[in-house]
């Protein structure tokens, strides 16, 4: 059922706070603009299981995982997101921007 199925590539655990999880969203970002790719992948696997419902990050963290060439991860949380959350405007951006 969509009651349970989550969007992200990652089991979830314990919500991180908000301000933690856009800090960690940045350095990965940094990391892989800086073509820290495994550094990049590690930030995101110890960020991934804490990201909750909210997909304000999703465009982000899709960018990260195309980026570090996580390219079939990145296509099926889009998929899904699209699927559990039609109406949102940032899964709209994210497959908008990744997905050409």
């Known amino acids: 059922s969509s009651e349970n199925e989550r969007v992200w590539p ?5 919500e991180w706070d908000n301000r933690d999880i ?13 073509n820290q790719i495994d550094e ?4 995101l696997d110890s960020l ?3 990201l909750g419902e909210d997909l ?6 899709g960018m990260v995982l195309k980026q570090i060439g996580r390219e079939e ?11 559990i959350k039609p109406q949102s405007e940032h899964v709209a951006t994210a497959v908008a921007h990744l997905l050409k």
């Open 40 to 43: 990049a992948g590690n930030i």
């Open 73 to 83: 991860q990145m296509r099926t949380m889009l998929d899904v997101a699209q699927r």
């Open 56 to 61: 304000e990050l999703i465009y982000h963290i």
């Open 10 to 14: 990652w089991p979830a655990e314990e």
């Open 22 to 34: 856009h800090r960690e969203v940045v350095s990965a970002l940094e990391s892989a603009k800086s």
């Open 48 to 50: 991934g299981p804490h």
